[in-house]
């Protein structure tokens, strides 16, 4: 045998040791597994195809966030019908969401279902009694209504949870103006004028009042 032989023999032989050390290692690929996704949203890409990436699956708005949009866009379109609809189907969705029941509150309001209103915002009340909102919203249901002690009260209530909310007082001097209270609207509006100076119709029922 010749030198060159035998340098040959000896690479071969190391080839064929370095292969079955890895066969045996369990180190190889194997079918299945030759991929693990780090996270349950990853896909696969890039790896046999170099002009594919990863990308994040597009998430699709839940039920419930469809239904507020068709009762929002509903609503701006002036379509109260439409805006009943959904939102009766978001009720059965979830008979206590908050965002249902005001928007189902303002609707009412708009078609003159004064009764229903109250009834929308009673609801709220009784989930979360500290929600200054509903309790202008129904004062304002109260004073449509003709309970001018209901309104009363809830127009306090609002007030005594955001007193720097100047609509709050705003509103409130609208009522009592309607019922000829008009002493105590001035005041009101006053008010409302103080925290925000922005309010043009509050300055100019102050000087309707002031100059009487």
Not at 19 to 31: A, D, E, M, T
Not at 107 to 125: G, L, R, S
């Amino acid at each position: 045998m010749t030198t060159f032989q035998l340098l040959l023999l000896i690479i071969a032989g190391g080839v064929f040791y370095l292969f079955f050390k890895q066969l045996f290692s369990g180190n190889h690929p194997k079918r299945g597994v030759d991929f693990e996704a780090k996270v349950a949203d990853e896909q696969l890409g890039g790896i046999n195809r170099p002009d594919k990436t990863f990308s994040t699956p597009t998430v699709e708005p839940t039920r419930m966030e469809q239904l507020l949009t068709m009762a929002d866009v509903a609503v701006q379109k002036n379509d109260m019908e439409e805006a009943k609809k959904a939102l009766q189907s978001a009720r059965i969705v979830d008979e206590n969401n908050i965002d249902v029941l005001q928007r189902s509150g303002y609707v009412a309001m708009q078609t003159n279902d004064y009764e229903e209103a109250k009834e929308y915002y009673e609801k709220i009340i009784s989930l979360d009694a500290s929600d200054d909102m509903a309790h202008v919203s129904l004062a304002n249901a109260f004073h449509k209504l003709g309970d001018e002690a209901g309104s009363e009260k809830h127009h306090e209530e609002a007030i005594k949870i955001d007193s720097d909310y100047a609509p709050h007082h705003f509103n409130y001097a609208n009522t009592l103006y309607d019922l000829g209270r008009k002493d105590e609207a001035l005041v009101g509006y006053a008010k409302a004028y103080e925290l925000d100076n922005t309010l043009d119709e509050a300055k100019e029922m102050i000087d309707k009042l002031g100059s009487k």
